[in-house]
């Protein structure tokens, strides 16, 4: 049990955070917030398997990645939380400064980032601003998949910016993404 301990303190802690989809798996059971959502989210879900499932040349694991989603009746929800189905699904800047005023995201998602060494955000251009306009994240901290209109701000933070290709990631960030986790977990080992 004290190797296992010892092993799980020295992989970095990696946090994907997403938004919601229009496409539910199956609106009428509980799932998983993994399981819930499909669509655009498919690609997010594909960047966790990866991160999840990836190993250092030695075989050991990668990192410890964690995922969760914001959503539009819960607010912040971890991946392994079982949630049903709703109706409507936020796609704009009114819709999420609503979620924010009943569920607080923002802070309650920066308040979550402390114990990860990095943070990816695959959410929507506006919902993003939301978390620049806060400051609440650590300098350094984050991998941003987002609007060309964020690179100056990301940049003053040190986050890393990734310009978004694709429904929410794309292949080439995926990529970029895990090349930056690997280095990140070779320095920081």
Do not use: H
């Amino acid at each position: 049990m004290g190797k296992l301990m010892t092993e799980m303190r020295r992989l970095n802690r990696i946090l994907i955070v997403t938004n919601d989809s229009t496409v539910f798996t199956n609106k009428n059971m509980l799932l998983s917030a993994f399981e819930m959502f499909g669509g655009r989210m498919t690609e997010v879900k594909k960047l966790v398997a990866r991160l999840d499932t990836a190993e250092k040349p030695d075989g050991r694991k990668l990192c410890d990645v964690s995922f969760g989603v914001i959503t539009t009746k819960y607010g912040f929800v971890p991946g392994n939380y079982m949630i049903s189905g709703y109706d409507k699904v936020a796609d704009c800047k009114e819709d999420y400064l609503d979620i924010q005023e009943r569920k607080q995201f923002v802070e309650q998602v920066s308040y979550l980032t402390q114990p990860f060494e990095k943070v990816i955000f695959c959410i929507p251009k506006d919902m993003f601003a939301m978390f620049l306009e806060a400051d609440l994240i650590e300098k350094g901290k984050v991998i941003a998949v987002t609007s060309p209109d964020f690179k100056e701000e990301c940049e003053k933070r040190g986050w890393t910016f990734l310009e978004r290709k694709g429904a929410r990631v794309g292949n080439e960030n995926a990529d970029e993404i895990e090349r930056l986790i690997r280095e990140f977990c070779t320095v920081s080992a």
